[in-house]
């Protein structure tokens, strides 16, 4: 029986189709098969051994049954794979093309500006295009004849309407629909115009970003710690604020905001003029006739207001260098900026 | 204005090199643009005694000279008067090279050979031969000799262009200039004589008497209308004759950008640039009737301005007259008439004060923006004009050896008060977010000329009172003084804080909101967004088809546009973006789908223009390149409607109805109104071929414009329906009908006349045979869920047989077996 038993466990080993274990199978497991033969001779032992001669064969056609189950696994697993390898496909090939649209680099900046300053409490306002005279510059203390109409060019409508030459009109519209409520905290985003030729640095339609905050205790200081937030979030890096003091009519003090340059870090670059500072905004703390023309009273509140160009950071923070190109809609450019 | 480094120097010494002084000017807000080093090119160019002089033997107007150098004698000819025995000049030695490269060599001049040249001060500073009746340069006796140019004069120098903003009207002259460096580098002022007696810059400011007024000027100043000009001084100088300026004086003049003509005139232009007071020189004796009346012209007036140019006034210009008539135009140009001539013997320095808006209004009618305008329009000192007339007068006096005459001729209505502000340290603080004391205030405020009268220390009241010195035109009131105390203090050193109260921001607005998804949808449908020009060519609308009796053929205009390109508001965000169409067609680029959203304008009844916003599309070519997997995708009217449903489907906008043919620039059969909620939203189809060929469109382009205003008004949120628990049912459905009925008006009727039905999905049309000629099969597949059971197939063919009714009753419509 143990020379058997060797013979059988070599031909299931052998058996290298599911067909042939089968064929093993019934050569010795079948009701007619080897195994079930050895019983038949039983009646010629002796009484006392058949108890564990029946043992024995119970226990070879045990041994043999698994044996072939665990043959059986390892040969359908072994098919298994062979239908997948035959399966297979070249991953290399290109997948399935989806043409992805894309955001204008002006959104794109605009967003992050807007994001980061939601994070402080602005708010977005947005205000109209076509202005009169009175808003976009008798309000914010430009009279008729004052020299800083000198410093905006700009295109009439009639003698008294205008394409705004600057988003700061929003600044008294936004505060005259708040009607006196605190705090006061908005930015105004959208296009201005500029009787500016077009060339490299200049666009006769360009974006700014106005931002106004106003309550009982808003102070110059506050206007450095929000600018120097926005900036170094929205250039992802650490960013050098500079306040240079300047003129606007409608803010009194007022201040150019510089950055130290995102492109040498301060080193000194042809972007920067070798300056190491970027000029990106004009700010400062406004105007006590301003606050009075937006219906607050400057001896119990005080505000500051900032108004950045949005073509210059989105520039900067893209590297484009002509801002022709962010007006010239080539579809080569402007899917440059599917991506974040 | 360009401000010369050694002319700043001579009023302050200034502890820095001129880089680092123009960083600390910059940053108290006095802009230096560009600081650059004039160089003039110089050399070999020394002082040398003229030990000898003979005349030349052959031309009677040249004389034989020998100089010594020091280390070198040299033969020299010159014609010049100047050219005798004893005298110290200016020799430029053979290989000297002066301005303009022009170099020297040894050379004869009518037979005798000369050493080297002796120069004048226009071939010093400028390389150009002498001016009529200029002299070669005299040096003073006991100058010692072999000295070169440079040392003796101030050729080379660094010059500060400055851009300074509109209210620093007070750093219009380099004293101003020189009154804030010497603040911020502590050092004290040095003035001349005459402006220090006058106390310009003292910390009292100009309150303090001005010079006396005794003598007898002889002439008459009449100011007919003070509120043009209030005050008029006219100060007269005797026995002058003509010269030209000395070197340095020249030399200052040709860094700051004013040209050097007689010594005058020059003296005119060095106190405007030192104090910012612009002086005028009158040849006196030519001022007819001996009397100055300074009243507005009246019509076609004219006169001949210094420029040679003959001018006819506009009205309202204010013009300086005499008995006979206009002899300038104030505050901006003197006439030719009186000019300062070789011959003038008699000058009145004219030193005034004329309103600013008036002078600023009539140098822009004339379009004279000339540097005395631009320094009246910006506000001079009204307390200054006697001062710096005087100033005027002892420097030619003292340069050309004319006899000023005492006292003023002069009219004054102006009476200034002195302006006293008091400034409180709380305000400071709450402005500027950083305490104060009154002490640092007053040591500022101070240091820049205010007088300071009273100082309070008392924490709840402290403050310092002030009196602005009347050269500063700017301040008004106590933020000025902040901005003043800031800036002395340094923007940089005030600190840095957090917005104290916190609020919740960001978009409130929900229509804004809205727009962001929107931009986010088409992008997400392979959209690029872009932004085009809102100021368009009027041609453009034209183009599209739209004539003046269209809304949007009748844009607002601008007034002054810079190019008839640009010269309208747009009125659709069609023109752009078909515009952007064709400049990529001319790339090369094969394909495209592009969208804007952004305002139009449309005239109104009202004082402003009429915005609204709109979303605008726009594509051609090949969208989506052939591929091992599959063909290529163009653009279209379906393909642009698709968008259209998933921007309708995202702002909950339903039942919205596509209405055959828009108007132009659309292909009448080939475009529809979009029409929700009965009101027509916008436009959507393939371009005219009139269109195209007028835009030099080669290929068909597809374009949609939606009313953003409109669109917001309908949008509906979506709402939750728990989903049906049982399966739902499939079931196609194939109709013909005559090929013109209306595949949409189909689908509408199937949806409202089934049951249950989720979907209805076109999903073939077919117009061959065997589907008789005239008709189409449309073949819809149609998904039946009732939330409550399963439909039974009796049901589902009842529902067959009410839904072919309807459209046999309605389209002619037959089953399609
Ligand atoms: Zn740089």
């Given amino acids: 029986m143990a020379e058997m038993e060797v013979r059988i466990l070599q031909q299931i080993i052998e058996a290298s189709t599911a067909g042939e274990l089968e064929h093993v199978r019934i050569k010795y497991l079948g009701r007619k098969g080897e195994i079930s033969a050895l019983l038949k001779n039983i009646g010629n032992l002796a009484p006392e051994q058949r108890p564990a001669f029946g043992a024995a ?32 496909i070249d991953v290399s090939l290109p997948g399935e093309y989806f043409e992805v649209g894309g955001l204008h680099p002006l959104t794109k900046s605009l967003r992050e500006i807007t994001s980061i300053l939601s994070g402080m409490g602005f708010t977005v306002y947005e205000s109209r295009e076509t202005e009169t005279d009175e808003m976009n510059f008798v309000k914010l203390n430009i009279a008729q004849g004052h020299p800083a109409r000198d410093m905006q060019e700009t295109f009439y409508l009639t003698e008294t309407t205008l394409m705004r030459t600057h988003t700061s009109p929003g600044q008294i519209r936004g505060m005259l629909a708040l009607e006196g409520r605190l705090p006061v905290r908005f930015i105004v985003p959208g296009r201005v115009y500029r009787r500016d030729p077009t060339d490299a640095s200049h666009h006769p339609v360009f974006f700014q970003v106005e931002g106004l905050a106003i309550d009982v205790d808003v102070t110059f200081k ?118 974040l | 204005m360009r401000v010369p480094w050694t002319w700043l120097n001579e009023y302050v010494d200034l502890p820095w090199d001129p880089q680092e002084a123009a960083h600390r000017l910059a940053m108290a807000g006095i802009n230096v643009e560009e600081l650059t080093h004039e160089k003039l090119g110089v050399s070999s160019v020394v002082s040398a005694k003229i030990l000898d002089v003979k005349p030349h033997p052959r031309n009677p107007g040249q004389k034989i000279g020998l100089l010594d150098t020091g280390t070198e004698r040299l033969q020299i000819v010159s014609g010049a008067p100047g050219f005798k025995q004893g005298n110290i000049t200016l020799v430029a030695k053979p290989g000297a090279t002066l301005p303009g490269g022009l170099t020297i060599e040894l050379k004869e001049i009518d037979g005798v050979a000369s050493q080297g040249m002796a120069v004048c001060t226009n071939e010093l500073l400028t390389g150009q031969p002498p001016r009529p009746f200029e002299d070669i340069i005299l040096l003073p006796p006991g100058t010692a000799l072999g000295i070169p140019a440079g040392e003796l004069f101030e050729l080379d120098d660094w010059v500060m262009e400055l851009d300074l903003t509109v209210n620093y009207s007070h750093c219009l002259g380099i004293l101003g200039i020189a009154i804030e460096a010497a603040a911020l580098a502590k050092r004290s002022l040095k003035l001349p004589e005459v402006l220090a007696r006058w106390n310009w810059a003292d910390t009292h400011g100009s309150q303090k008497p001005e010079p006396d007024h005794k003598g007898d000027p002889e002439f008459k100043i009449d100011l007919p209308q003070p509120e043009f000009c209030p005050r008029y001084v006219g100060k007269v100088i005797e026995d002058v004759r003509f010269a030209y300026s000395p070197v340095n004086m020249e030399r200052r003049l040709l860094l700051a950008g004013q040209r050097p003509l007689n010594l005058i005139v020059d003296v005119t232009n060095y106190v405007m640039l ?183 220390t008392h924490t709840e009241d402290a403050s310092v009172s002030v009196v602005v010195p009347p050269r500063r035109v700017d301040i008004h009131g106590e933020v ?80 002054h546009p810079l190019s008839s390109e640009e010269s309208v508001l747009r009125t659709s965000l069609l023109p752009g973006l078909v515009k952007v169409a064709s400049s990529n067609t001319r790339s090369g680029i094969q394909g495209l789908f592009a969208w804007e959203i952004g305002r139009v304008f449309f005239p109104s009844q009202e004082l402003l223009p009429v915005e609204t916003r709109q979303i605008g599309l726009v594509s051609y070519g090949v969208l989506r390149p052939k591929t091992w997997l599959g063909g290529q995708e163009e653009s279209g009217f379906y393909r642009m409607k698709g968008v259209i449903d998933s921007l309708m489907s995202l702002l909950g906008v339903a039942d919205v109805k596509y209405l055959p043919k828009a108007g132009m620039p659309f292909h009448p059969g080939r475009s529809a109104k979009i029409v929700a909620n009965m ?83 076109l999903f073939d049309v077919w117009k061959k045979p065997p589907v008789p000629e005239g008709y189409k099969s449309l073949a819809f597949r149609l998904v039946y869920q009732p939330q409550d059971r399963t439909l039974t197939e009796e049901e589902l063919a009842e529902d067959r047989d009410r839904i072919m009714d309807k459209l046999r009753q309605d389209y002619k419509a037959v089953l399609r077996s």
């Fill in chain 1, 57 to 88: 064969v119970n226990a070879l056609r045990n041994k043999v049954s698994e044996m072939i189950a665990s043959r059986k696994d390892e040969l359908d697993r072994e098919a298994l794979e062979q239908s997948l390898l035959r399966d297979a």
């Fill in chain 2, 274 to 456: 030192e104090t910012g007071q612009p002086l005028h020189a009158f040849d006196a004796d030519q001022i007819k009737g001996k009397t100055i009346i300074v009243r507005s012209s009246s019509p076609g007036e004219r006169v001949v301005t210094l420029d040679d140019v003959d001018r006819e006034l506009p009205e309202n210009t204010i013009l300086i007259t005499d008995a006979s008539g206009p002899i300038g135009i104030a505050g901006v140009m003197g006439g030719k008439a009186t000019e300062i001539t070789e011959a003038t013997r008699k000058v009145l320095i004219e030193s005034a004060y004329f309103d600013p808006l008036t002078v600023r209004l009539g140098s822009q009618k004339l379009k004279l923006r000339t540097e005395a305008a631009l320094r009246f329009e910006k506000g001079v000192d009204p307390t200054a004009q006697a001062a710096i007339a005087e100033r005027a007068a002892t420097l030619i006096a003292d340069l050309s050896g004319g006899t000023p005459v005492p006292g003023y001729a002069e009219t004054n209505y102006l009476d200034v008060e002195p302006k006293r502000i008091v400034l409180h340290m709380r305000i400071v603080e709450r402005l500027l977010g950083t305490k104060f004391s009154p002490e640092t205030c007053k040591n500022i405020l101070e240091g820049i000329n205010f007088q300071v009268e009273d100082m309070r």
């Fill in chain 2, 480 to 559: 000025d003084l902040v901005e003043e105390v800031a800036r002395h203090y340094g923007y940089d050193n005030l600190g840095t804080g957090d917005l104290s109260r916190a609020v919740p921001g960001g978009i409130t607005d929900p229509g804004l909101l809205h727009v962001e998804k929107i931009r986010d949808l088409l992008a997400s449908h392979g959209g690029l967004e872009c932004v085009t020009n809102s100021l368009v060519n009027p041609e453009d609308l034209a183009s599209l088809g739209w004539d003046p009796d269209d809304p949007r053929g009748n844009p607002v205009r601008l007034q």
């Fill in chain 2, 679 to 761: 009101s027509t939203i916008g436009e959507i189809g393939d371009l005219h071929p009139v269109c195209l060929k007028r835009l030099d469109l080669p290929m068909s382009v597809t374009a949609c414009w939606l009313s953003l205003e409109g669109l917001l008004s309908m949008v509906t949120p979506a709402e939750s329906v728990a989903p049906s628990r049982f399966m739902p049912v499939e079931r196609d459905l194939a109709v013909i009908v005559p090929e013109d009925v209306s595949g949409g008006e189909v689908i509408d009727s199937i949806s409202k006349t089934g049951r249950h039905l989720v979907a209805v999905t």
């Fill in chain 1, 222 to 339: 506050q206007l450095r710690g929000v600018i120097s937030t926005l900036m170094n979030r929205f250039f992802g890096q650490d960013v050098r604020i500079r306040l240079r003091p300047s003129y606007f009519p409608f803010t009194e003090p007022s201040c150019e905001v510089d950055i130290s340059c995102v492109f040498c870090r301060g080193e000194g670059c042809s972007v920067c003029g070798g300056s190491g500072y970027l000029e990106v905004a004009g700010a400062g703390m406004v105007h006590p006739q301003v606050l009075l023309n937006g219906g607050y009273d400057p001896d119990k509140v005080s505000g500051f207001a900032f108004g950045f160009g949005l073509d210059r950071l989105a520039m900067l923070k893209y590297g484009i260098d002509d801002i022709r190109l962010l007006y010239g809609n080539d579809k080569r450019f402007l899917s440059q900026f599917r991506g």
